[in-house]
């Protein structure tokens, strides 16, 4: 079996969660999706998962503007820590300080939804986990 080629980069919310993914190689984070926070979230993540080939699934951690925790803090870890018991491979929290401010400012000025902003919000934090984590060794 090939090694997985791939990360997702969760934005976890109370509503939806969004959904990124990069190449673990090519290290460019892009906005995949956006999934409803329902009965069917953990078993839609999983599909995504396996179908997207990752490896590495990555939560964004949110803290309070002084950098402590908050309520949302805590239902991210929960969340994260649900989401290994039920997908085979590494999940892993990431910083996700004011992603969803930088993912507006992003996508402009112009009317944009909130699906949008998660998940450029997602793809955000995957970015700045990249940033911390070096690529691996491309193998020929």
Do not use: C, W
């Amino acid at each position: 079996m090939a090694a997985p080629q791939h990360i997702l980069g969760l934005d976890y919310g109370d509503k939806r969660v969004g959904v990124a993914v990069s190449h673990v190689v090519a290290r460019l984070p892009r906005p995949l999706a956006v999934i409803a926070n329902d009965d069917n979230l953990m078993s839609n993540i999983q599909h995504t998962v396996a179908q997207e080939g990752a490896g590495l699934v990555v939560v964004g951690l949110p803290r309070g503007m002084d950098g402590g925790y908050t309520e949302q803090t805590r239902r991210a870890e929960d969340f994260a820590k649900a989401l290994q018991t039920i997908v085979d491979v590494p999940v892993e929290l990431a910083d996700e300080t004011l992603t969803s401010v930088d993912a507006e400012t992003y996508l402009g000025a112009g009317p944009h939804t909130k699906d949008a902003v998660d998940a450029v919000a997602a793809s955000l934090i995957l970015e700045r986990y990249l940033a911390g984590h070096p690529a691996p060794e491309a193998t020929a």
